[in-house]
C-alpha cells in the first residue's frame, strides 16, 4: 500500500507563488510515476502535471504551461509542484496522485490519491 500526503496549500494572491509537497510513503519497492490534480468548486478532477520516475521527463496541462513546474527529490520520497504567476482560477483542491509504470500512466490511470489540500487565490 502506497500514501501520500500533500502540504503547501493555502491563501496565495494573483501573480505569487506557492509551493506544494507530497510526501510518499508505504510500499515504494516499485518505481512510481507522480503526478498532481486539482478540483475546483462544482467542477471535476482535471489533470496538472506529471513526472516520471527518475524525474528525466514531465508533462503539463496546457493550462499551467510555463507557471507550474512539478519536480521530485526521490531521497527524501517528495514529489513538488511550484506554482508561480498564481490566477484566481487556479483556486481548488490539489491531489497528488501515483501510478506504476510510464509517467502517462499517472495522467490516464492514476492508481493512488492523497486526501488533498486547499489553494485559494485571492485577486
Known amino acids: 500500500q502506497v500514501q501520500l500526503v500533500e502540504s503547501g496549500g493555502g491563501l496565495g494572491q494573483a501573480g505569487g507563488s506557492l509551493r506544494l509537497s507530497c510526501a510518499l510513503s508505504?510500499?515504494?519497492?516499485?518505481?512510481?510515476?507522480m503526478g498532481w490534480f486539482r478540483q475546483a468548486p462544482g467542477k471535476e478532477r482535471e489533470f496538472v502535471a506529471a513526472i516520471s520516475w527518475s524525474g528525466g521527463s514531465s508533462f503539463y496541462a496546457d493550462f499551467v504551461k510555463g507557471r507550474f513546474s512539478i519536480s521530485r527529490d526521490n531521497a527524501k520520497r517528495t514529489v513538488y509542484l511550484q506554482m508561480n504567476s498564481l490566477k484566481p482560477d487556479d483556486t481548488a483542491v490539489y491531489y497528488c496522485?501515483?501510478?506504476?509504470?510510464?509517467?502517462?500512466?499517472?495522467?490516464?490511470?492514476?492508481?493512488?490519491w492523497g486526501q488533498g489540500t486547499q489553494v485559494t487565490v485571492s485577486s
Open positions: 496522485a501515483a501510478s506504476s509504470g510510464v509517467i502517462a500512466a499517472v495522467r490516464d490511470r492514476p492508481r493512488y
Open positions: 508505504g510500499r515504494t519497492a516499485s518505481s512510481y510515476a
